[in-house]
């Protein structure tokens, strides 16, 4: 009776920390670039004690547990602001982007101009360009971002932005203000395309999100009753056993 209870308390946690991932999707559901997250469960087996004259079978406790989280990297739709310094990546890449802590990297393209004229992410971190960071003079205007990411003013060519890949993207990590980090090294992909006056919307579906979030409450309460009838049965059984003369 008490491991039931113990399995539907694990199985409450990870559908508490599910909760909270759908959520989270759909609080950025309007955050450019953003990358849908799902909770990995599996089924966590647990050696039971041991008693003679029962079967294998009977000595193994099957809890849940939700082992990580996997992202959706998929493209999302493309929307048309016709801001110059809005720009999207067509296919695969990701902006590199200089923080104090090293490059990391967005898929959010809505830049614009800080104080000093440098271009800059949404959260004030520089855009990588040829390597380092972008500063435009006061009388530079005209800002044109071509197709493959070659920056020009009326002034000229100031380089191309840093696009990076990499071997694996699902080890990329959150970072924070809509950042990843790697633990793999950066690459140069050999053809970009990238678009002006566009951003890449996020890829989270809000009407898919809604549904799921309705079936994780309906098993949340589910377990929950299924927790408080173990619960009372427990009790009634401690009860009745203590009037046995």
Same mark, same amino acid.
């Given at each position: 009776?008490?491991?039931?209870?113990?399995?539907?308390?694990?199985?409450?946690?990870?559908?508490?920390?599910?909760? /909270?991932?759908?959520?989270?999707?759909? *609080?950025?559901?309007?955050?450019?670039?953003?990358?849908?997250?799902?909770?990995?469960? #599996?089924?966590?087996?647990?050696?039971? *004690?041991?008693?003679?004259?029962?079967?294998?079978?009977?000595?193994?406790?099957?809890?849940?547990?939700?082992? $990580?989280?996997?992202?959706?990297?998929?493209?999302?739709?493309?929307?048309?602001?016709?801001?110059?310094?809005?720009?999207?990546?067509?296919?695969?890449?990701?902006?590199?982007?200089?923080?104090?802590?090293?490059?990391?990297?967005?898929?959010?393209?809505?830049?614009?101009?800080?104080?000093?004229?440098?271009?800059?992410?949404?959260?004030?971190?520089?855009?990588?360009? /040829?390597?380092?960071?972008?500063?435009?003079?006061?009388?530079?205007?005209?800002?044109?971002?071509?197709?493959? $990411?070659?920056?020009?003013?009326?002034?000229?060519?100031? $380089?191309?932005?840093?696009?990076?890949?990499?071997?694996?993207?699902?080890?990329?990590?959150?970072?924070? *203000?809509?950042?990843?980090?790697?633990? =793999?090294?950066? #690459?140069?992909?050999?053809?970009?395309?990238?678009?002006?006056?566009?951003?890449?919307?996020?890829?989270?579906?809000?009407?898919?999100?809604?549904?799921?979030?309705? =079936?994780?409450?309906?098993?949340?309460?589910?377990?929950?009753?299924?927790?408080?009838?173990?619960?009372?049965?427990?009790?009634?059984?401690?009860?009745?056993? *203590?009037?046995?003369?």
């Amino acid at each position: 009776m008490n491991n039931a209870i113990r399995i539907g308390l694990s199985q409450q946690v990870a559908l508490k920390r599910q909760l /909270n991932t759908v959520a989270n999707n759909l *609080a950025n559901m309007n955050t450019a670039g953003f990358k849908v997250e799902n909770l990995i469960m #599996q089924e966590y087996i647990m050696p039971g *004690a041991s008693m003679p004259g029962h079967s294998a079978g009977s000595n193994y406790l099957s809890y849940v547990a939700d082992t $990580g989280l996997k992202r959706d990297f998929t493209t999302g739709p493309m929307q048309t602001t016709d801001n110059p310094l809005d720009v999207a990546i067509n296919g695969e890449g990701w902006f590199t982007i200089e923080t104090p802590n090293g490059d990391r990297y967005t898929r959010d393209g809505h830049f614009s101009l800080d104080a000093d004229g440098q271009l800059v992410t949404i959260s004030g971190f520089p855009v990588m360009v /040829n390597g380092e960071t972008i500063r435009f003079e006061p009388g530079e205007i005209d800002i044109s971002i071509a197709k493959d $990411g070659m920056v020009s003013t009326n002034q000229g060519e100031r $380089g191309r932005l840093d696009i990076s890949v990499f071997n694996n993207q699902h080890l990329l990590q959150k970072d924070g *203000a809509n950042l990843f980090s790697s633990p =793999e090294r950066a #690459q140069r992909p050999d053809n970009v395309m990238v678009a002006q006056g566009v951003i890449e919307k996020s890829n989270v579906n809000p009407v898919l999100q809604i549904t799921k979030m309705i =079936e994780v409450q309906r098993a949340y309460e589910r377990s929950a009753n299924m927790i408080e009838k173990m619960s009372e049965l427990k009790t009634s059984s401690i009860n009745k056993l *203590a009037q046995v003369n």
